[in-house]
């Protein structure tokens, strides 16, 4: 399932939390609590380079983050794609894109 996010400012953005997904708890024994990322693909249409991050967050107690990606630059009217797969637990974590660039407008889609 591919989820496709528009993002028009300078902003921290969850990509993917638990409320994406059937986490198995007490009261549901089939959710799962892992959570796999086979492709990122970030299309940046604005006319400047967007500056993005992107983070597994620890949404409990300490607020670890784990970088996937750090201060990559993406030029205007350039779209990257990351397709290394990776997996988290989504019931703890969540998978975030912190767009620090002057370039605010971005379509990410995760697969």
Same mark, same amino acid.
């Not at 990322?37 to 380079?49: E, G, L, M, Q, R």
């Not at 500056?51 to 630059?73: A, K």
């Given at each position: ?18 409320? &994406? ?25 604005? &006319? ?12 409990? &107690? ?11 630059? *993406? ?7 990351? &397709? ?13 894109? *912190? ?9 990410? *889609?995760?697969?």
């Amino acid at each position: 399932m591919s989820k496709i996010i528009n993002i028009t400012s300078a902003t921290t953005t969850s990509l993917l939390t638990s409320a &994406d997904y059937s986490v198995y708890s007490a009261t549901n024994k089939r959710g799962s609590n892992n959570a796999t990322v086979s492709k990122i693909i970030i299309a940046n249409s604005s &006319d400047s380079t967007a500056t993005i991050s992107i983070d597994v967050y620890e949404v409990g &107690d300490d607020n670890t983050s784990f970088m996937v990606i750090r201060s990559l630059d *993406i030029p205007p009217e350039v779209s990257f794609v990351w &397709d290394e797969v990776f997996s988290f637990n989504v019931a703890t974590h969540s998978l975030r894109i *912190i767009n620090s660039g002057s370039g605010a407008a971005l379509t990410v *889609i995760v697969n």
